[in-house]
């Protein structure tokens, strides 16, 4: 049996069949490898395993007991999942089922995302598929994250598996006749009053969503981060920017994270939301702030944005904004001028925070 030691862990490769017959000399060639070892994490890839019985199943348990530690059983066959489902091993062990092999050529694409590009797989799903760059941790996260806010009924695509794509990793979704809601602006530009009214009353209501604790993550621990990693005593921004972000309340409600006009879709008269990996628990002024950004104040800085990015006029993400916001404040019009001048000197401290953070980062490289 192949085994490999790689940061701290070690991975035994499982073949064939291990029942009774030959139970006894897998288990004894496993427990003379992991003895070598002190404080190591097992993990089991059954890339090539065609069954395993009860036996072989309390051996790994018995190994579980002795040595106090997780296993993970990694690539795991459909035939080989139902008999540690049925049995409650996927209780007992960190299972992933083997991912599908997944091809895109002659795949129509529907749509870009935040992080990757959205393509028809079928009559019944489509797909979203990831740039290359893009960590497997980050897409099972996204998926993880999309199958939270469904269980509390934010609007979003059922999630189905994580598959290997030529590009890298991609998660397959519900195929729905759908729209983004920058597409519907340009193409129905009269409509524009109607489409923000919509997205106000969704985001109204996403933001009275309760989410409880350890479902999501803070978001205001995703800015912290962020201001962690510049690490400069002297930089005013970035401490502005950490007093600001302390100074807005805490919330158990849902924010997305990142909503802009491509990660709005629209379906008849209903929204759902894309590029869930983002979504966490905070205050509502989070997902307000990052609309404002991408519709007002990243044209400041960037010309052309709004052409690019949403195929709208400068003029018309500005209109949008205005009547969206005007839809959300609803009775608290008075307030909208110190809103929106609070918005713009949070995205300023905002970009400053994260330019350092990417020029930081760079520097490793």
Request: aromatic share 10%.
């Amino acid at each position: 049996m192949k085994n490999e030691f790689k940061d701290g862990a070690l991975t035994f490769y499982l073949e064939g069949r291990i029942d009774s017959n030959n139970v006894s000399e897998v288990e004894t060639e496993l427990e003379n490898e992991i003895s070598i070892y002190d404080n190591i994490d097992i993990a089991f890839d059954a890339g090539r395993l065609e069954y395993v019985s009860s036996a072989g199943l309390r051996a790994f348990l018995k190994i579980k007991k002795k040595h106090k530690t997780q296993i993970r059983i990694t690539n795991v066959s459909d035939a080989v999942f139902d008999i540690l489902d049925v049995t409650g091993f996927t209780d007992i062990f960190e299972v992933e089922r083997k991912m599908r092999q997944i091809s895109v050529r002659g795949c129509e694409r529907i749509s870009s995302a935040l992080n990757g590009e959205i393509f028809q797989l079928s009559e019944d799903e489509m797909i979203k598929v990831y740039g290359a760059d893009i960590p497997l941790s980050d897409v099972r996260k996204e998926r993880q994250y999309a199958q939270t806010a469904m269980a509390f009924g934010v609007p979003t695509l059922i999630p189905y598996d994580v598959v290997k794509c030529e590009q890298g990793y991609g998660i397959v979704y519900e195929k729905a006749e759908m729209t983004s809601l920058a597409y519907l602006i340009s193409h129905e530009p009269d409509r524009l009053p109607e489409y923000a009214a919509l997205l106000a009353g969704t985001l109204k209501e996403l933001h009275e969503t309760e989410i409880p604790a350890g479902k999501l993550p803070d978001i205001k621990e995703r800015y912290r981060g962020w201001i962690s990693e510049i690490d400069d005593p002297s930089d005013s921004k970035a401490a502005v920017f950490s007093n600001l972000i302390a100074s807005i309340p805490d919330s158990d409600k849902y924010v997305h994270g990142d909503i802009n006009l491509n990660s709005v879709m629209v379906k008849g008269d209903e929204v759902l939301l894309l590029d869930m990996s983002g979504s966490a628990r905070g205050h509502s002024l989070f997902d307000l702030q990052a609309l404002f950004a991408s519709l007002v104040a990243i044209e400041t800085t960037q010309e052309g944005y709004c052409r690019k990015t949403f195929g709208l006029t400068k003029a018309s993400c500005i209109n949008f904004w205005n009547q969206f916001f005007a839809y959300y404040m609803k009775d608290r019009q008075q307030e909208i001028k110190s809103m929106n001048e609070l918005l713009l000197k949070y995205f300023i401290l905002k970009e400053s925070v994260l330019n350092k953070v990417e020029a930081k980062n760079k520097t490793k490289r």
